[in-house]
């Protein structure tokens, strides 16, 4: 069984320029989150999604930011425009919700991808 | 609205020695869950352990276990016999009335042989 992947590892853009990453979760896993780390401090969310629909976006989630998970396997993030403040780790993480309405699901981190903006 | 917080930024243990790491939080759930993750360096972060609020019983991993102090909205993990790859840092998380995990700052471990 595999675990999360995120491609690509490592991202060096310009300021102003758009950037896409890509998640796949672990295999038949139903809930796809993304966070962002910055330097010293904790993931911090973005947004998740159950399946193909996206429940529940933070604040952080700017209108240059979008996710997609068009057929609820694998997810991609977009940042457009991007600025030196996007700079960040980005990570996926996976669960497999068994809809009993119980937080039993543990999510599982894939590697990140680091984002530099110039 | 939900936070976590690790008052040691850096702890440092001898190999083999016991070192505990705090966590509190604050939440208006009555039912979460609270999650100890590790992230060594450059690679990607794990479950260390994880505790229910509705349970009275502190859970163990091993070598790793929790201190949970529900009233005091306290939790601490334990590591007894720490080794060398227990080195990264620790991140404690809450998640409550919402999907996402509420992430400390976390605290970075270093292990002295």
């Known amino acids: 069984d595999t675990g999360v992947s995120q491609d690509p590892r490592h991202k060096i853009t310009k300021r102003g320029q758009n950037v896409t990453f890509r998640c796949d979760p672990i295999s038949e896993h139903n809930r796809l989150y993304w966070y962002r780390q910055t330097l010293g401090q904790g993931p911090e969310f973005l947004t998740y999604?159950?399946?193909?629909?996206?429940?529940?976006k933070s604040r952080l989630l700017s209108d240059r930011f979008s996710a997609e998970r068009p057929k609820g396997s694998f997810s991609t993030l977009e940042i457009q425009r991007t600025e030196q403040g996007d700079s960040a780790m980005y990570l996926c993480a996976s669960s497999s919700y068994a809809g009993t309405g119980d937080y039993t699901d543990t999510q599982y981190f894939g590697p990140g991808t680091r984002l530099t903006v110039l | 609205a939900q936070t976590v917080t690790q008052s040691q930024p850096e702890m440092s243990v001898q190999e083999a020695e016991t070192v505990t790491l705090s966590c509190t939080y604050d939440t208006s759930e009555s039912d979460y869950y609270l999650f100890w993750y590790k992230q060594p360096p450059s690679r990607q972060m794990i479950l260390v352990i994880r505790q229910e609020a509705y349970k009275q019983q502190n859970a163990t991993e091993n070598r790793f276990s929790v201190n949970f102090q529900k009233a005091a909205k306290s939790f601490s993990l334990k590591i007894s016999d720490s080794q060398l790859g227990d080195a990264a840092m620790y991140f404690c998380a809450l998640q409550g009335g919402s999907e996402k995990l509420v992430f400390g700052k976390g605290t970075k471990l270093t292990v002295n042989p």
């Open positions: 999604f159950q399946n193909e629909a996206q429940l529940e």
